[in-house]
């Protein structure tokens, strides 16, 4: 069973936001065990270091930037006449009621996303949220933004059609583990290796929690559920090495219980000009609790986990431990008995056989700590701007065309 079966508490798909969008101008491995030993999640904890130099932001700024902190115009006021109000968390915040199940950790990844949000954009009314099916995918209704809630595994292609014709915009995709990796899986492929200039954030609590309780993509072997009474018997993927394999330009995981680094994170993937895909580890309290507190709990989390920062050394359990590579396998090091934080490995984001070795050995060895944080970043050309850049420059050469003319060319039937 599949979150695409009609569920009879759930509307049918619909626009969130009035049709029309505001116009702009446009913007010129190792070996691994057979089966997992733990169920595929993890937390970050730490803030991302300042990455290295990478090309100019994503979309160019409105004709009239806003003046953080400036007073907006207005009656009586005597602020710069072109400044845009500052922005705040409510201001991204719809009003509609949100209908996840009370303790779902949906909650908190719309909170980090409408917090960041005041910080990266100038006009909400420049922001598209745009989502599949699944709980995961009601995200746009709770954003005062535009956005679509589409249909099953599509949100990429509604996605990319929207960002090559309006390319000044900033689009987000909101998606879950069954919705993007089960029938959305190549669209979600696409999208990575084209580089289309979007963030993407994927919800993975390893379940199907819209249609109640089956095993999804990412769940673990033996899971028992509704649709595997006698346990599941799928092989699951890992997300983060599956876009990495996919060519994805910015790949990082991040976990709901960790606010802090999951708006470090989204930071780092909204500065990013491309294909932006962020994990998130989410808590699914009715179909699936506690899927993830190894790495959350206070008791394990600092032995389960490693957060990643480009240019520091990979050091976990409050310091008393670290990681190493020998030859191509990763190893632990007891770093309070001889061993030192300089004979850890020194993280580097731009490595990107580095980050196949790190998500691929971490997310199946139950005797390391899962990463967290940004694994690769690459800058190449994104879709929208080659794809522009095409089109302007066969309309020079060319001409603007006509439809009429295009329609009636070569050779053409006459139905009597």
């Given amino acids: 069973m599949s979150d695409e079966q009609k569920n009879p508490n759930e509307e049918t798909p619909k626009a969130v936001k009035p049709a029309g969008l505001p116009s702009g101008t446009k913007p010129a491995g190792p070996p691994r065990p ?8 993890a937390k970050p904890a730490g803030l991302p270091v ?24 207005g009656p009586g006021g005597d602020g710069d006449p072109g400044a845009l109000p500052v922005l705040s968390k409510k201001d991204f915040e719809s009003g509609a009621d949100v209908r996840w199940c009370p303790g779902c950790g949906d909650y908190a990844v719309l909170a980090a996303v409408q917090r960041v949000l005041p910080e990266l954009v100038e006009r909400k009314e420049d922001v598209v949220f745009i989502s599949g099916i699944g709980c ?21 292609a509604v996605a990319t059609g929207l960002k090559a014709s309006r390319p000044e915009l ?28 979007v963030q993407l954030i994927l919800f993975n609590n390893q379940i199907y929690g819209l249609t109640k309780g089956q095993y999804s993509p990412t769940s673990e072997r033996g899971k028992v559920t509704k649709s595997s009474p006698y346990g599941s ?37 909204h500065a990013h000009r491309g294909a932006s895909f962020v994990e998130v580890y989410q808590n699914c309290n009715i179909f699936n609790d506690g899927a993830f507190f190894e790495f959350t709990e206070r008791d394990t989390k600092p032995l389960r986990t490693v957060f990643v920062e480009h240019g520091r ?3 976990y359990a409050d310091g008393a431990k670290g990681l190493a590579l020998d030859g ?35 997310f199946w060895d139950a005797e390391l700590p899962r990463p967290f944080g940004v694994f690769y970043v690459e800058d190449r050309p994104t879709y929208d701007t080659l794809l522009n850049e095409q089109v302007e420059a066969v309309t020079a050469k060319k001409g603007p065309g006509d439809l009429k003319t295009l329609l009636y060319a070569a050779e053409t039937w006459t139905i009597e």
């Avoid at 100019?56 to 400036?70: E, L």
């Avoid at 699951?236 to 470090?264: E, I």
């Avoid at 934080?341 to 050995?361: F, I, M, N, P, Y």
């Fill in 313 to 315: 050394p990979l050091v």
């Fill in 50 to 73: 300042k990455p290295p130099a990478r090309p100019a932001a994503r979309p160019a700024k409105p004709p009239a930037a806003r003046i953080v902190g400036a007073p907006a115009e």
């Fill in 136 to 156: 995961s995918s009601r995200f746009p209704y709770y954003m005062n933004t535009y956005g679509m809630h589409s249909i099953h595994g599509r949100a990429p």
């Fill in 328 to 362: 191509r396998r990763f190893v632990s090091l007891d770093l309070t008995g001889g061993a030192s934080a300089s004979d850890c490995l020194v993280w580097d984001e731009r490595d990107k056989a580095l980050a196949h070795l790190l998500t691929d050995q971490l």
């Fill in 170 to 197: 900033d689009v987000w995709l909101v998606t879950g583990d069954g919705d993007a990796l089960s029938i959305g899986g190549n669209h979600l492929l696409h999208l990575m290796r084209r580089n289309l200039d």
């Fill in 34 to 41: 057979t089966q997992p030993a733990v169920p595929p999640g």
């Fill in 233 to 269: 018997i799928d092989h699951p993927y890992n997300p983060a090495a599956l876009v990495l394999g996919a060519d994805a330009s910015f790949v990082a995981r991040t976990l709901d219980r960790d606010p802090k680094h999951m708006q470090a994170v989204l930071r780092r993937a």
